[in-house]
């Protein structure tokens, strides 16, 4: 399914996205501008790539987030409607 709005007036969550391909989805949609929500368990490895998003021009925000833990989920989603309507959730599946 397309997007509904131009990357850089989108919100899109990534879980997974304190390394591996969940990172590299945050930078890539930083690059153009997006606001990117960033969930994992690992809060200080968020916060290097929300660093790094914000050089490259995205919007970001961290949110520490075990996905197995429902009411952690409901904070991720919470942080992602607070930013704007979210266009996109990239989950990234480990094992």
Request: aromatic fraction near 2%.
């Amino acid at each position: 399914m397309p997007l509904t709005r131009p990357l850089p007036e989108s919100t899109v969550v990534i879980t997974g996205a304190s390394s591996g391909i969940g990172a590299a989805t945050a930078y890539a949609l930083a690059r153009r501008g997006c606001a990117v929500v960033l969930a994992a368990r690992t809060e200080p490895a968020l916060r290097v790539v929300a660093r790094r998003c914000a050089e490259l021009g995205g919007r970001p925000i961290v949110v520490p987030t075990d996905v197995t833990d429902p009411a952690a989920v409901q904070r991720l989603a919470a942080a992602g409607t607070a930013v704007g309507t979210v266009a996109a959730i990239a989950r990234q599946r480990r094992g």
